[in-house]
């Protein structure tokens, strides 16, 4: 909850995420957030407002109002994913309230952030929200630095009485050194100073810009019955060149340098409708909610490599390397469609139960521009997910539950290394 991100300052995802018991935070090769769900890693299994947002980027979080950490099998909410869980950030809406704040930090290390957070109602029908980020920051390890902007209004409008309709685009920028940390000597990390910098200050960085829209509509049909439609675009545009260690530090006091750069466009288009229906049967409360997901994404990567440096020394482990042996250049199109239905059912005063199934089809191609160059392949996976679950609430604030589903990971389900190896499931 935003108390909590308040109270810690947190501003990556990094930083809420210690808070989740059996969630860890990896390093994400200094270019993305990466974490560890429940043992399962993974890069992929984000979302946003409920629809996914599996591009590879640091997510910040100055227009997030929580963040929900959902583990184990969730196929039939999510569709595809690891099996250890989601994360989904809830971003600030509009609201009919004036809502007025500014953030100016300072501190170690160069560090300087602002953020604006404000809003009000338009007019009888209409209210908006804006959110602004900036930041140019140090570190303290040598050659860091981070630079990131974002921006983001959002919109809120009534279309009737029972109509709703929530716009918002955003802009999220990305500049920082891209940073492999320290390399080991035997089993433990190399004694040295915290903040030595292994790789090129010339070199190593990672950039990132986002793009993306989002829209959701919501008709209250009956007392009932709710309509809801989600449709969110996004494109990512990315690079990163990397300088790191390819060894661990020999007794002589050296190691080995390795060297690759990537740069990766990705355009998505996600659509999810659902259908919220409240009925009475059998002496009991049923609460059904019937959902069709699609979504089209499309994945242009190339990948560069460098000669690996040798008897580098450790007392300056920073090389410059040219990166400039082709390892990849392929484009990669996916198509997702999933159908779900599922029933919440109050049994008695403190007791409910879930059961509900979903069918996925995950399409995905892929052409070589090289290693061979000018071939191409498709795979296609066919996946049914159920779910049966019996919740215990003694009180308003403790929930007991025991859930049976499931969750897949199809073949080139991340889209960014589909198909390399063909045969080679993700």
């Known amino acids: 909850p935003m108390d909590l991100l308040r109270d810690q300052n947190a501003q990556s995802l990094g930083d809420t995420l210690r808070n989740a018991p059996g969630v860890s935070v990896h390093q994400g090769e200094g270019n993305r957030d990466e974490i560890v769900i429940r043992g399962i890693k993974t890069k992929a299994d984000f979302f946003v407002d409920g629809v996914r947002d599996d591009t590879e980027y640091y997510r910040d979080l100055y227009n997030v109002e929580e963040v929900d950490v959902l583990q184990g099998a969730t196929a039939m909410m999510f569709g595809r994913a690891g099996a250890g869980g989601v994360v989904n950030l809830v971003t600030k809406q509009a609201v009919r309230a004036p809502v007025h704040e500014l953030t100016l930090q300072t501190g170690s290390w160069q560090h300087r952030r602002a953020t604006l957070d404000v809003g009000d109602v338009l007019s009888d029908t209409a209210a908006y929200r804006l959110n602004l980020m900036g930041e140019d920051s140090g570190g303290f390890r040598d050659e860091a630095f981070l630079q990131r ?98 060894s661990d530090v020999a007794a002589d006091d050296t190691l ?99 059961a509900g199934i979903r069918w996925d089809r995950f399409s995905v191609g892929a052409r070589y521009r090289l290693l061979p160059a000018g071939t191409s392949t498709q795979h296609t996976d066919k996946v049914w997910s159920p779910r049966l679950g019996l919740i215990y609430k003694p009180n308003d604030e403790a929930s007991l539950y025991a859930s049976v589903t499931r969750s897949f990971t199809p073949q080139g389900s991340n889209l960014t290394l589909s198909l390399k190896t063909p045969d080679g499931a993700d």
């Open 256 to 354: 080995s340098l390795k060297a690759y750069n990537r740069d990766q466009q990705r355009i998505g288009y996600f659509n999810q409708a659902e259908l919220v229906q409240h009925l009475d049967a059998g002496g009991m409360r049923h609460t059904l909610l019937y959902g069709v997901e699609t979504d089209v994404q499309v994945d242009d990567d190339v990948k560069f490599k460098g000669s690996t440096v040798h008897g580098v020394p450790l007392a300056n482990p920073q090389v410059d390397i040219p990166i400039d042996q082709p390892d990849r250049n392929n484009h990669a199109v996916g198509h997702s469609l999933g159908v779900y239905v599922q029933d919440q059912v109050d049994l008695a005063t403190h007791w409910k139960a879930l």
């Open 149 to 246: 902007y974002a921006i983001n209004p959002v919109f809120n409008f009534r279309l009737g009485d029972n109509t709703t309709l929530d716009v918002g685009v955003e802009r999220a920028y990305d500049r920082r050194r891209a940073d492999r940390g320290i390399p080991a000597r035997g089993d433990r990390p190399v004694d040295v100073e915290p903040e030595t910098f292994f790789g090129s200050p010339q070199q190593n960085v990672a950039r990132t810009t986002v793009d993306s829209f989002d829209a959701r509509l919501e008709h209250e049909i009956s007392d009932n019955l709710l309509l809801r439609d989600t449709f969110r675009a996004t494109r990512l545009d990315k690079f990163y060149e990397n300088v790191y260690p390819g």
